[in-house]
Structures are given as C-alpha cells and as structure tokens.
C-alpha cells in the first residue's frame, strides 16, 4: 500500500511525533520566549522557568534554544539534560566535562563538587559562565531539585555565580516549588515565561509550513474550514495539530484525494489522538460545506535567524579563516 509521503511526494513526515530542530516554526510565543531568556542572560539572571503545557513545543524550544546558544559568541559552555532520570552525578559530571575537569568513576557527587568548586576559584574562570538547559523539569523530584537549586547557589568568595539554570516545565511545576520543602526555589525564580498556543493564524502557518518543508509542491491542500475546525479541535496545540494532520493525509492518501475536506476530516478524527493529561475530549464537530480551493498555498512568513536574537544580536561564531 502506498504510503502518504509517497502519494503526496513529500521527501520527510511533516508532521512528526518527536521534535525536528531543523524544521522549527517561528511563531510569536516561541519567538518571543527566545528573546525573554536572551535577556535574563544579558541581566545576569540565574533561575528561569519556562512554563507550557503538555504538546506546546517546550523541548523543541530548549533543542533550538541549545543549537542557538551554541552558535553565538561569547556566551559559555551550555549543556542540556533531557529527562529526569539524569542522576544529579550525571549532571556533575556533564558540568566536569563541559569546563574540562577529569573525573575518576569512582568519585563521589561531593568530591565532583569540590572539584568544580575549586576550578571556579581559580581567577582566570571567574567569567566562564555555564547555562544548564533542564527540560521536563516537573518531573525531577523533591531531592533531584534540590539539588540542582544548589547549582543556581552555588558562588565563589569573589560573588561569582557560574551557573544560570533554565527550567522548561508543565504548570504542574509551581505546586511542587511552592511547597514548604522548595519554598526557597520559588523565591529565587523571579522571572517567568508561559508559552501559548498558536492562534488560528498560527495554526494555518504552522500546517503549510510543515507540508513545504517537506517537499509538498501545491498539494495537500487543507481548506480553510477543515483547519478552522483542526484549530477548534486543537486549541492550536502543536502536538495535537500533529497528530489529527498526520490522520488526515492517511485518509486523504487512501481515498487520493490531494484536496483536505471537513469530510476527510472527520474521518481522520478515529485515528488521531486528540487528549494530553488533563484535557477534556473534544466536541463533535458541526456539519460544514467544503469551500473550494484556491489556486496556490498561502505564504508563509521567511524564517529568521534565531541565533541572532540571543544576546542583543551578538555576532556568531566565526569560521576558521580560510589561508590564501
């Protein structure tokens, strides 16, 4: 059977289940959250949260935000943990190996930390800051965070704080830093951003911007009406606009048809999963007539370079120069 990348002559899955940093759609939440925490790096901040609800690109922002960060000038060493389940020695020694330091498998998390300790006090790394990107941060536990808030604390006897710490998470994750164990991480978290979802603007972007990066040439074709009821079904969440997309061009691919209905659309509702944790199922949707298609896809906005935006439009780094 042929598959819908093959009927649609599309090179790659447009809209895929784990996040793609190459294929980043620069809408204004996320755009914007970017420039937030360029900011609190320039102002020196240590603690940032990061707040979005399941499915609204949380990791897929800390991926570029790593790619970006990696790119600029001047900015430090930067290390990202992924999950949870990094022990807080597996993050001791990702920071022992991010500013050089040799660790023996044997050691200790407190000899890893003296050793950090006394590499800072040295004063030729008094400015070499580190930026720890954490994602899932809700789901480390009690004794993980509080650990890790002795990263933020951590300083030097000249007042140098090496480490900024940005923290992407659930909203589940101010229950757990409001209690009475954490009460103090809460005050040090001064600055907060929240992602939102797309609006249906947003929401018709995102889907042509992911069918043309994947080689879609004029077809599929979604219609206004079908992504207006995707966007009232989604509430513009991109993982959810993934899913009931990925549906749709399975049963559009079947029945060959180039053109996305509302009828194609609710028949792709029984494969797509609709529900994240915590949400209500979605409602029936309302019988529409299809409205005819026009000649050629919307425009979609020219990416911007996202590097850029960090730190003030600080220059990237610069390639070995080539001898004549």
Known sequence: MMSYRQFYRMHSDPFPLIPEVAVFFESNTHLKAIEFIANCIKEKDIFLLVIGDYGTGKTLLCLKLLEALREVDGIGNVIYIPTPHFSYQMILRMISKAIGIDIHNDLIDEKIQELV?????????????????????????????????????????????????????HPIILQKINSPVLGSLAQKIRKKYFLHAFDELETKEYIYFRLLNSGAKGFPYFQDDTILEIYRLTGGIPRLINSICDACLVIGAREEKKIIDVEILKKALS???????????????????????????PPVKPPLNVSLLILGLRQRRSAPKKEK
């Open 117 to 169: 300790y006394e590499y800072y006090e040295k004063p030729e790394n008094q400015n070499k800051k580190l930026i720890i990107l954490l994602d899932d941060f809700q789901e480390h536990t009690i004794s993980s965070i509080e650990n890790i808030k002795w990263l933020g604390s951590f300083n030097t006897t000249n007042g140098f704080f090496p480490f900024f710490l940005v923290m992407f998470a």
């Open 271 to 297: 494969l797509a999963v609709l529900e994240t944790p915590g949400e209500e199922p979605p409602t029936p949707m309302k019988e529409e007539k299809p409205s005819p298609p026009p000649p050629e896809l």
